[in-house]
């Protein structure tokens, strides 16, 4: 007797991992997002708010625009790269063996592509507001502080930030859901705070974007920003390193031997 004809099997919709240039487009895009919104609001901020001085009203306008910025970074794009967006965040994830090296390469190319586009769209936005006097984003180190403090300042600011992105976003343990707010709100505080001293850059692509463009297009203080470039790249980098390995310290957890509850924390810690 012949077998009966086999029924079709219905196909079921299989996840596949995102590629290396889904990836990095991502951390292009949301690096954008971030200048754009983030870095955009500083002169956007000084244009509207014109010969009255700078206080802290205009300080938490640009802070929140940095907030929303990387709710929409996380949220958009984290599930595809992860929304490193941050060289300091990418090569404290690589010195913790979170990620590889040539992974992270790629992912520091791609957000300095991004921060170029980014304070291209600002430059966009400008054209009719003279952005060569303006600047595109780009921060200085106050001058009563000195660059060491300026250093020390990002030092600090990026340690937080990046011990907050490895406790919320890393940490598997961390509530799913709330990385991007968590974040969001923990760099308008930084920024409330760091603001003053140095602009808060955090991130070395934030700055150097912006710092490129402005170059470009005749930026009257180009070349005092091109002179204080490395403070927004040591400072965020050893910042960066430190709450990363800080975060390792102080989250890295044994299981326990009394018995039941090294099951229990077994079992979480595979979750």
Known sequence: MADPPSQPQPRRNQMTSPTLPQKLTAEVIGTAILVFIGAGSVPLTVHLTGNNPFGSAQLSTISFAFAFAIFAAVYSVGHISGCHINPAVTIALAATRKVDWATASYYILAQLLGAIVGALLTYVILIGNDPAALGLGSVGVDSKAGLWIGVAAEVIGTAILVFTVFG????????????????????????????????????????????????????????????????????????????????????????????????????????
């Open 168 to 271: 919320a976003a890393v940490d598997g343990r961390a509530p799913a859901g709330f990385a991007g707010i968590v974040i969001g709100f923990i760099v308008y505080g930084i920024i409330i705070l760091v603001g003053p001293v140095t602009g808060a850059a955090l991130n070395p692509a934030r700055q150097i974007g912006p710092v490129l463009v402005e170059g470009a297009i005749g930026f009257g203080k180009f070349s005092a920003r091109l002179g204080e470039l490395w403070v927004y790249i040591v400072g965020p980098i050893a910042g960066g390193l430190v709450g990363a390995f800080l975060y390792e310290f102080v989250g890295h957890h044994r299981v326990a031997t009394v018995p039941g509850v090294a099951v229990a924390e077994a079992a979480h810690a595979e979750a």
